[in-house]
């Protein structure tokens, strides 16, 4: 069974780790970003009827200002982004098992008109929402300069490299041609058909956005050998 290259900054990656671990995988931890807080002014709670989640890592990293909308239903995208709001506190969460469009569908349905969105400085803005989304930036994902050393032995051994979002997807590939890769050798698992542009030797596609549905379609790779 080929190895699996875990790309996703911490401590995203060591509960995929684990995760792999447990499904009998063969993980390598070689993180492709770093994660940073970053500063903002919360505003007034009592003009949003919704918090927005789009990444666990905006729960991760918004600080003590998160208390402020406790009273809040959040709408979070996948479970993950769920399970990190149930761990600090937060009661009243509708998950969504698609991606941000259908997450604010699902908050028109719901008559939510003015939701508050905590994102990454890297996040991608849905054009024409409708309905006004006011946004903060509370974290930003950094990539790290050239390709980890850990990633290249993980390649040699023909890995297949788990891609948890598009940007992880464009990062990698670029990565990978600096370092002289051909991103057409490598095979990939990819949480959504977005994450998976490129050219790839072979990809493989979650069922839903979630870890448990991105390791089984990279288990089905693996076992290709």
Do not use: Q
């Not at 069974?1 to 900054?9: A, F, I, Q, S």
């Not at 149930?86 to 969504?96: H, K, N, S």
Request: charged share 15%; net charge negative.
């Amino acid at each position: 069974m080929n190895p699996l290259l875990v790309l996703r900054p911490e401590p995203g990656a060591a509960a995929t780790f684990a995760r792999a671990l447990a499904a009998g995988l063969n993980p390598i931890a070689a993180p492709i970003f770093t994660l940073t807080p970053i500063a903002w002014s919360p505003p007034d709670p009592a003009t949003h009827d919704a918090l927005m989640l789009t990444s666990a890592n905006a729960v991760r990293h918004a600080g003590p200002a998160l208390d402020r909308y406790r009273a809040l239903p959040v709408y979070a995208v996948g479970a993950a982004t769920a399970a990190a709001s149930i761990e600090v506190g937060f009661a009243d969460i509708r998950t969504g098992d698609s991606d941000a469009a259908a997450l604010i569908a699902s908050m028109v349905h719901d008559g939510v008109m003015r939701p508050l969105h905590l994102a990454g400085r890297e996040h991608r803005a849905l054009a024409d929402a409708p309905i006004p989304i006011e946004r903060r930036i509370v974290y930003a994902a950094d990539p790290v300069a050239v390709l980890p050393a850990a990633a290249r032995a993980a390649l040699a051994l023909g890995a297949v490299a788990l891609i948890h979002s598009p940007r992880a997807g464009e990062i990698f590939g670029t990565l990978l041609r600096e370092a002289g890769i051909d991103p057409a050798t490598i095979a990939i698992a990819a949480i959504s058909e977005a994450a998976a542009v490129g050219h790839w030797r072979e990809t493989a596609i979650a069922e839903t956005p979630d870890d448990s549905a991105l390791l089984a379609a990279a288990a089905r790779l693996c076992e290709k050998g």
